[in-house]
């Protein structure tokens, strides 16, 4: 099966390109970025080998349905998704910190909470909690945003103090981060869904912040069933969850946590076309509706011809 691995494409007005672990960018006339959502993936840092089919439409398509849904809350970048693997949006300065929230006592916050840690990023936690219990409030942990290497735990106050984020600019960063998750909260539990955690990025273009990148993926968010939660807290048991963490635990117990000397297990093609699955599954339970398969015949042409038939549009 065809997948979109990677691009090296020349686009009229093309300024600069930048390849992430699962993104290509490139800069037009220095105003507006193409996003190319490849169907590389990445667990702990790592960009495995093989290419997941259909994984960048899925992350591509739910990050422009929540876009689209909350842009009354909040300004977003985009201006045209004219490929289901691509967006197009204002060209943003990107803010140097990732905004982490957390309605629930999950993932690394309780790694540090049960290794006796009671704060997070100059946030208290409250004695008495469990794994996976719902937090008083929900709770901003930012984190930096590191383009090589792992993002590190930052509070709100080193931010402003060191001026990786001017006050009142943090100040609407987090009303932004309260309002969408609020926002995403709300539509989860149309799906029967809890939305745990979640991280969003902004940048700011002609004076305006804005969200940019993904929200609300499950690369980008932890989602619980909310059928069964309370029920499995009484017994203490795990939360099913519905995120990539499936993939991690492949990966874990295949000897690979992207530990130095670890290498990446073999990724045959069953393995491949079962997080091909799990990924439709995921945006069919967290979108509500069916998934459709773009053509992949062609999956580069397709791509290509799809933004320079937007270009056009734009130059007439």
Request: glycine residues 6%; charged residues 25%.
């Amino acid at each position: 099966m065809n997948t979109l691995k990677t691009t090296s494409f020349h686009f009229p007005g093309q300024t600069m390109y930048y390849k992430g672990k699962v993104r290509d960018v490139y800069t037009i006339d220095n105003k507006y970025m193409v996003m190319i959502v490849s169907d590389r993936i990445s667990a702990f840092d790592v960009v495995l080998p093989e290419a997941i089919p259909f994984k960048g439409q899925v992350l591509n398509q739910l990050a422009a349905y929540f876009m689209e849904a909350t842009k009354e809350d909040v300004p977003n970048w985009i201006l045209a998704v004219p490929d289901p693997n691509v967006t197009i949006g204002k060209m943003c300065v990107p803010y140097r910190v990732e905004m982490v929230i957390r309605g629930y006592l999950a993932g690394h916050a309780w790694r540090t909470y049960k290794s006796g840690g009671r704060e997070l990023c100059g946030v208290i936690l409250p004695e008495g909690l469990k794994e996976n219990d719902k937090l008083p409030h929900p709770i901003i942990t930012p984190t930096t945003k590191s383009n090589h290497g792992h993002d590190e735990d930052i509070s709100r106050e080193a931010i402003i103090e060191n001026g990786v984020v001017g006050e009142d600019d943090y100040l609407m960063l987090e009303k932004y981060t309260h309002k969408l998750f609020q926002r995403g909260t709300e539509m989860a539990a149309q799906q029967g869904l809890i939305l745990v955690d979640t991280k969003y990025e902004f940048g700011k273009s002609e004076g305006e912040i804005m969200v940019i990148d993904e929200i609300h993926t499950p690369d980008s968010s932890r989602y619980f069933y909310s059928n069964g939660y309370e029920e499995r807290q009484l017994k203490g048991i795990q939360q099913k969850q519905l995120s990539k963490e499936f993939l991690r635990q492949w990966l874990i117990e295949n000897n690979f946590q992207g530990l130095e000397g670890q290498v990446v297990p073999e990724m045959n093609s069953e393995i491949v076309n079962m997080v091909s699955e799990r990924y439709i599954e995921l945006y069919e339970i967290v979108r509500g509706e069916k998934f459709v398969r773009a053509e992949t015949t062609s999956v580069n042409e397709r791509v290509e011809n799809n933004i320079l038939n937007w270009l056009k549009e734009l130059r007439k």
